[in-house]
């Protein structure tokens, strides 16, 4: 039996399934959940693969475009994530001069066209936008945090998540201070789709830190490195952990 693409109503809700798949390869190549590696390239190169391909069999949908731009805007970073030993490199850290610009470029022509179409509150098209505001400051303070948290709580408007309201108290926090982002976390704390989710201590240890609350950072720090399941992440959390119980003794 020949293939045929399916058209239609019938393309979007098959899409949208695939659409998921690709974004949940590319993450796992971006930040693996488990193992010894922190980026694994080979599933970001495929998703990016597979989502180029969309683009061209689904042209007049909005979030392939939309997944095509996230995922080109977030691999542009890829060679400033990580140093020689393959340890993590957090965003703020990096060397922006080390993204590639050609790729930043290409993620940021498949945002537009997604926008183009229609697809701007998109639930891909809409963390796109989030990690443009990345791509498009020049360095760390000129980023519109502001900005950020905006997208955020459209995502949240359109998808009730603890996860995206999380994301959101991080924006929060640079935009507005610790203390203001602190007050969104702890009323996560008991959510349970966060239950065994290391980045909800991790988050709350880097805002008790930047409070000078560093003995409750370093038991934030502690729990969320027993919650890792990525070795080079939860390496990075002793290592967090060590520095606020430095600063502990210091103060």
């Not at 060397?95 to 050609?102: C, G, P, S, V």
């Not at 066209?113 to 303070?141: D, K, N, S, W």
């Not at 919650?227 to 430095?246: F, K, P, Q, S, T």
């Amino acid at each position: 039996m020949a293939y045929e693409t399916p058209c239609g109503e019938e393309l979007s809700q098959r899409l949208s399934s695939v659409l998921e798949v690709v974004y949940l390869v590319f993450n796992e190549g971006y930040a693996a959940a488990r193992g010894d590696d922190w980026l694994r390239p080979q599933l970001c190169d495929e998703a990016l693969r597979m989502g180029r391909v969309l683009t061209a069999i689904a042209p007049h949908e909005p979030e392939a475009h939309g997944l095509l731009a996230l995922m080109e805007l977030n691999a542009s970073r890829t060679v400033a994530r990580t140093d020689a030993a393959g340890e993590p490199i957090l965003l703020l850290d990096q060397n922006r001069a080390l993204w590639d610009q050609f790729q930043i470029r290409r993620g940021m022509q498949a945002l537009r066209r997604a926008c183009e179409l229609g697809g701007a509150g998109g639930f891909y098209a809409l963390q796109a936008a989030i990690v443009a505001c990345h791509a498009q400051a020049m360095t760390p303070g000129d980023t519109d945090w502001s900005r950020i948290a905006g997208f955020y709580a459209e995502l949240m408007a359109a998808v009730r998540s603890p996860i995206i309201e999380l994301n959101r108290a991080v924006a929060i926090s640079m935009a507005e201070g610790p203390e203001v982002a602190l007050t969104i976390v702890d009323r996560l704390v008991h959510e349970p789709g966060l239950k065994g989710y290391h980045l909800l201590p991790s988050v709350r240890g880097d805002l008790l830190y930047k409070l000078g609350r560093y003995e409750e950072a370093r038991t934030a720090f502690e729990a969320a490195a027993a919650l890792a399941g990525n070795r080079r992440e939860h390496d990075l959390l002793r290592r967090r952990a060590a520095e606020a119980a430095d600063a502990a003794m210091s103060s």
